[in-house]
């Protein structure tokens, strides 16, 4: 996450969360303590100036959160020209202090994001994150009254960088992009840990579609180019070796700092459609106005695409190239309804609605050209039969 990044964040929760004053400097507490230190480039020993550096606490046994953060900044402030800071009125406690820099190994592009997603609560993501990333972690004890020196170093990062264009040699402009590490048991990972629901990698492609994705780890990746969209999941994907699935797509190996230039892709512009319709109820033809619809590969079912349907009951997926793929409408429901058959001298029954849930449902396409008017209906579940039939 770049320090431009971090600071937009920290400006959007300020505008609902009073509780930002913890990124800003305070006074001096006698009833709290201080931390000061200085962050150093660990590849040319200078100082890193305007770095931001974070102090996150060390878990409880007993804590609740949910921060949705597994490396959430309890303080936060940023470095000067000698790059040294310091933070006043800091709750006594045990610490883990971190720094970011654009160009140096940042925590948020180097976690397993799969592996943090599948952690039960904030705490166990909190743990994990702290043990992937203990090497680049200073602890830090804060005392009542107490000034506490630290030294933070931070290391260079790896970068991948080329150009996206048309295959009429047009620049794409605009266009996000998504990497895929590969695991040290063997699979891959997606690269990045999105934050309120935005971009796990927030580098777009300029005027002349040049990008270049930094503060990355050493390893072998997949790069890939998103479409346009309001979100990553519904994005559609060309991806190294100008092919829409990572898992055909070619792979690059990146050494701790290296630059890595030139990793081009190309977007055809023909063969690609867009894949859209209705999902309504089938008593009576509403549409359904909550549920998720998934575009996945009809081989092995791997997500090609994912949405929220409309309020309408609509869907649209943009730019699907051809193939066969299968459909899944998964999580529909109406909104609360008064139960029908309430009667009405029981108005505890007739005042309180209840929500009409539907059964999952797979359609399978096989895309060729435009599929503008998909009709999907659904049904509640079957009833469940009674005990002993």
Same mark, same amino acid.
């Given at each position: 996450?770049?320090?431009?990044?971090?600071?937009?964040?920290?400006?959007?929760?300020?505008?609902?969360?009073?509780?930002?004053?913890?990124? +800003?400097?305070?006074?001096?507490?006698?009833?709290?303590?201080?931390?000061?230190?200085?962050?150093?480039?660990?590849?040319?020993?200078?100082?890193?100036?305007?770095?931001t550096v974070n102090l996150t606490p060390v878990p409880k046994a007993d804590e609740k959160s949910d921060d949705?953060?597994?490396?959430?900044? /309890?303080?936060?402030?940023?470095?000067?020209?000698?790059?040294?800071?310091?933070?006043?009125?800091?709750?006594?406690?045990?610490?883990?202090?971190?720094?970011?820099? %654009?160009?140096?190994?940042?925590?948020? $592009?180097?976690?397993?994001?799969?592996?943090?997603?599948?952690?039960?609560?904030?705490?166990e993501r909190r743990l994990y994150a702290i043990d992937q990333w203990k090497e680049h972690l200073t602890e830090?004890?804060?005392?009542?009254?107490?000034?506490? %020196?630290?030294?933070? +170093?931070?290391?260079?990062?790896?970068?991948?960088?080329?150009?996206?264009?048309?295959?009429?040699?047009?620049?794409?402009?605009?266009?996000?992009? /998504?990497?895929?590490?590969?695991? %040290? =048991?063997? !699979?891959?990972?997606?690269?990045?840990?999105?934050?309120?629901?935005?971009?796990?990698?927030?580098?777009?492609?300029? !005027?002349?579609?040049?990008?270049?994705?930094?503060?990355?780890?050493?390893?072998?990746?997949?790069?890939?180019?998103?479409?346009?969209?309001?979100?990553?999941?519904?994005?559609?994907?060309?991806?190294?070796?100008?092919?829409?699935?990572? =898992?055909?797509?070619?792979?690059?190996?990146?050494? &701790?700092?290296?630059?890595?230039?030139?990793?081009?892709?190309?977007?055809?512009?023909?063969? $690609?459609?867009?894949?859209?319709?209705?999902?309504?109820? $089938?008593?009576?033809?509403?549409?359904?106005? +909550?549920?998720?619809?998934? $575009?996945?590969?009809?081989?092995?079912? %791997? =997500?090609?695409?994912?949405?929220?349907?409309?309020?309408?009951?609509?869907?649209?997926?943009?730019?699907?190239?051809?193939?066969?793929?299968?459909?899944?409408?998964?999580?529909?429901?109406?909104?609360? /309804?008064?139960?029908?058959?309430?009667? &009405?001298?029981?108005?505890?029954?007739?005042? =309180?609605?209840?929500?009409?849930?539907?059964?999952?449902?797979?359609? &399978?396409?096989?895309?060729?050209?435009?599929?503008?008017?998909?009709?999907? +209906?659904?049904?509640?579940?079957?009833?469940?039969?009674?005990? !002993?039939?």
């Amino acid at each position: 996450m770049s320090r431009l990044h971090w600071l937009c964040i920290l400006s959007a929760l300020c505008l609902f969360s009073s509780a930002c004053n913890k990124h +800003q400097a305070k006074k001096p507490d006698p009833t709290k303590g201080t931390v000061t230190g200085i962050v150093l480039c660990a590849d040319t020993g200078k100082p890193a100036r305007f770095a931001t550096v974070n102090l996150t606490p060390v878990p409880k046994a007993d804590e609740k959160s949910d921060d949705g953060d597994p490396l959430p900044a /309890q303080e936060s402030t940023m470095t000067d020209l000698d790059g040294r800071f310091r933070m006043e009125a800091v709750e006594p406690g045990h610490y883990f202090a971190f720094a970011i820099l %654009e160009g140096y190994l940042d925590p948020a $592009l180097d976690l397993d994001a799969a592996k943090i997603r599948s952690l039960p609560n904030d705490r166990e993501r909190r743990l994990y994150a702290i043990d992937q990333w203990k090497e680049h972690l200073t602890e830090v004890a804060v005392h009542v009254h107490r000034s506490t %020196e630290v030294t933070i +170093q931070v290391e260079r990062a790896a970068e991948i960088g080329g150009t996206v264009s048309f295959d009429d040699g047009s620049p794409a402009i605009g266009m996000h992009f /998504q990497l895929f590490q590969k695991a %040290e =048991k063997g !699979g891959w990972t997606n690269v990045g840990l999105p934050l309120f629901d935005t971009w796990s990698i927030h580098t777009v492609s300029d !005027g002349h579609g040049r990008y270049n994705v930094t503060n990355l780890s050493a390893g072998e990746y997949v790069v890939c180019a998103l479409m346009p969209s309001d979100k990553e999941d519904d994005a559609a994907r060309i991806c190294l070796g100008n092919v829409f699935r990572h =898992k055909d797509a070619a792979t690059m190996k990146v050494h &701790p700092g290296e630059i890595a230039s030139g990793v081009d892709i190309v977007i055809p512009l023909n063969g $690609l459609h867009t894949v859209a319709g209705i999902v309504s109820a $089938l008593a009576d033809g509403h549409p359904l106005r +909550q549920g998720a619809v998934h $575009l996945l590969f009809a081989d092995d079912k %791997e =997500k090609a695409r994912a949405l929220s349907l409309e309020p309408d009951g609509s869907f649209a997926f943009e730019y699907v190239p051809e193939g066969k793929y299968i459909l899944r409408i998964s999580g529909a429901k109406d909104e609360e /309804q008064k139960d029908p058959a309430a009667s &009405p001298s029981d108005a505890d029954s007739a005042s =309180k609605p209840k929500p009409v849930v539907y059964a999952d449902k797979e359609v &399978p396409l096989t895309v060729l050209d435009n599929m503008d008017d998909i009709q999907v +209906q659904l049904a509640p579940p079957p009833a469940d039969k009674p005990r !002993g039939q």
